[in-house]
């Protein structure tokens, strides 16, 4: 015991700088001045250089086999921490100081660069800045593609998603790009046989969105005093589990995709509030990984947001907040209006039938241009032919097409299939939650939604990282991942 509980000092101070990490980019994102980000560049490198040599640290390995000798002494809690605590380990020292400190400078400097360039729809500049981060990212995966004896692509995965392998998804994608094509077009004919909606009329100001937006955080159960919402231009959660930071992006010309934003946001961070409390300083104790993650986010957001119970108690609110009157207003119109089935440019604001094609083409395109099979200069073509063949959409302009998203412009390379596996999880979990539990959608009809977040603290939320991705799913749904609840719920929901 003595050496596993030597092990939990170590990996409490190492959480400890992967919070100050989360709070540096959070600030970077939403408040500090352009000027700020040389300075800052350098403090978020210099702690992930501190951060990879505590892990790195001869002393960790001899701590971590004197404790693994010494398991059944252990707790599963215990047990269950110290093989994360090895997984964080494997990870570190298969890379060497010098190419964390790199690649952690290259990654800010493109972000930095991607948020003007973006805005600009600057190509260009972009790709100058992402090319040393894609060969850095090059570098990373080669050398974990050594040290685990996996596919260059898997071993950047295994960041996001621990034990993912893109052979199983590979079998997902290729069930769902089977299965969407002609569910699209199914929903896109009876959609077609009902007038559309109405557009909602006016101008929608940021603080009215903002209220609204707070009023459903704080509904759905988000504790203000662990947490805030703010603006960034790519919305996203950060923050450590006890001061959960959200952003999103206001339009005053619609509100209806910020208010997503926010609800998706929501679910990230109502994750990270319900992280077990007796473990949030120890590896055990945060997220399992982003497929849970995600699918936290996509519960909220498309399961229960989009869906007729909370948009009928949300409706009188939203004609309230935004003085809106009319049929434009009615119940059934903002039904219509979240349940639109459009193909169209942006991954964010995408419905949940087409989604999936936006994240099957990012993984398509990003392992392509990990393996060096597409130039950087070649990537807004080979975007724009995707968009047209899996979406039929025409891109107008880099900003819209492939500079869209920030995770390559910081190395998130790996990032993007947990997305739509989040989908699948949580059309999986949703389904389980509601048939054992019957005050769930009644509750989410009036605004309750305690029975909902009860669920999920005993079944998703509390367990940390005790168990694997597909442990966690065994449990709460008694099946492992697969399509299935995914497709039954696109089917009620735009066929029926």
């Known amino acids: 015991m003595k050496s596993y509980k030597a092990l939990e000092t170590r990996f409490r101070r190492i959480g400890a700088v992967n919070g100050a990490l989360a709070m540096l980019g959070w600030d970077q994102s939403t408040m500090m001045p352009e000027g700020g980000s040389k300075a800052r560049a350098e403090q978020m490198a210099v702690l992930s250089v501190v951060r990879h040599e505590w892990l790195t640290d001869p002393r960790l390995a001899d701590l971590l086999g004197e404790a693994e000798a010494q398991q059944k002494s252990l707790s599963d809690w215990q047990r269950a921490n110290l ?195 007796a473990w949030r300083d120890q590896p055990v104790g945060e997220a399992r990984g982003m497929v849970l993650h995600e699918s936290q986010s996509l519960l909220v957001e498309m399961q229960v947001c989009r869906g007729a119970e909370f948009l009928r108690y949300a409706a009188p609110i939203l004609r309230k907040a935004f003085n809106g009157s009319g049929p434009a207003w009615s119940d059934e119109n903002l039904l219509g ?48 032919d995707g968009m047209q063949t899996l979406l039929g959409v025409d891109v107008p302009d880099y900003a819209q097409g492939c500079m869209q998203d920030i995770h390559w412009a910081v190395g998130s390379i790996g990032y993007f299939p947990t997305y739509t596996l989040g989908a699948l999880s949580a059309a999986q979990l949703f389904a389980a939650a509601k048939e054992q539990d019957g005050d769930i959608l009644p509750g989410i009809a009036k605004g309750d939604f305690k029975p909902l977040l009860r669920w999920l603290r005993v079944n998703v939320h509390g367990k940390g990282s005790l168990l694997t991705t597909d442990e966690v799913l065994r449990e709460a749904t008694g099946k492992p991942l697969s399509t299935a609840a995914f497709k039954a719920h696109l089917k009620a929901r735009y066929l029926n």
């Open 337 to 384: 209006i979240y349940a639109r089935v459009k193909p169209d440019l942006i991954r964010v604001d995408a419905d949940e039938v087409t989604y999936p094609a936006h994240v099957i083409l990012r993984y398509r395109l990003e392992q392509a241009l990990l393996h060096d099979h597409l130039p950087i200069d070649d990537l807004p073509d080979a975007w724009n």
């Open 83 to 277: 093989r994360e605590m090895h997984r964080q380990w494997r990870h570190a020292t298969a890379l060497t100081s010098d190419l964390v400190e790199a690649r952690s400078k290259a990654s800010m400097a493109c972000e930095m660069v991607w948020r003007k360039a973006r805005r600009d729809d600057d190509f260009k500049s972009f790709a100058k800045a992402f090319k040393p981060v894609l060969e850095l990212t090059r570098e990373v995966a080669a050398a974990k593609s050594a040290a685990f004896g996996l596919d260059a692509y898997d071993a950047l995965l295994d960041e996001y998603e621990p034990g993912g392998r893109s052979a199983r998804i590979d079998k997902l994608f290729a069930d769902l790009g089977g299965f969407l094509p002609g569910f699209i077009d199914k929903a896109l004919s009876k959609q077609a046989k009902r007038p559309a909606p109405l557009p909602l009329p006016g101008s929608f100001s940021t603080e009215a969105q903002r209220q609204v937006g707070l009023r459903f955080m704080k509904a759905l159960g988000f504790d203000f005093n662990h947490g805030r919402l703010d603006v960034s231009l790519h919305p996203f959660t950060g923050g450590v589990p006890d001061d959960v930071r959200i952003t999103t992006r206001y339009s005053e010309d619609d509100f209806t995709k910020a208010l997503m934003g926010v609800l998706h946001e929501t679910g990230h961070a109502l994750y990270e509030l319900g992280l077990p409390k």
